[in-house]
Nanobody, 124 residues
Framework: QVQLVESGGGLVQAGGSLRLSCAASGRTFSRYAMGWFRQAPGKEREFVAAISWSGGITYYADSVKGRFTISRDNAKNTVYLQMNSLKPEDTAVYYC?????????????????WGQGTQVTISS
């Protein structure tokens, strides 16, 4: 069992920055790749970024590449998402999850034990 708690969301103006955190407990966190996804109202959950267990490999959605950075601190059982140059279209609930189920880095079905999410709202 893995428990995840996301934090760091909020309301910021376009062009601003936020840093999301995802704190994990339970199973050995450092063994698993981790991903960030987001879901806007009326839309499906979409991939944002992912990171390998060591932190040496990262993946990004095209829509956030160059603006967002995923990182992790295995000693703290925490994964981060630094979000810069935020746009109104980044508004969504952001979720983290470990990649436990499948081989695709980009599919939500590859991930399990979702956290409760943290709301990010970007005003224009």
């Amino acid at each position: 069992q893995v428990q995840l708690v996301e934090s760091g969301g909020g309301l910021v103006q376009a062009g601003g920055s936020l840093r999301l955190s995802c704190a994990a407990s339970g199973r050995t966190f450092s063994r698993y790749a981790m991903g960030w996804f987001r879901q806007a109202p009326g839309k499906e959950r979409e991939f944002v970024a992912a990171i390998s267990w060591s932190g040496g490999i990262t993946y990004y959605a095209d829509s956030v590449k160059g603006r967002f950075t995923i990182s992790r601190d295995n000693a703290k059982n925490t994964v981060y998402l630094q979000m810069n140059s935020l746009k109104p279209e980044d508004t969504a609930v952001y979720y983290c999850a470990p990649k436990l189920l499948g081989s695709s880095w980009y599919a939500p079905s590859s991930y399990d034990y979702w956290g409760q999410g943290t709301q990010v709202t970007i005003s224009s």
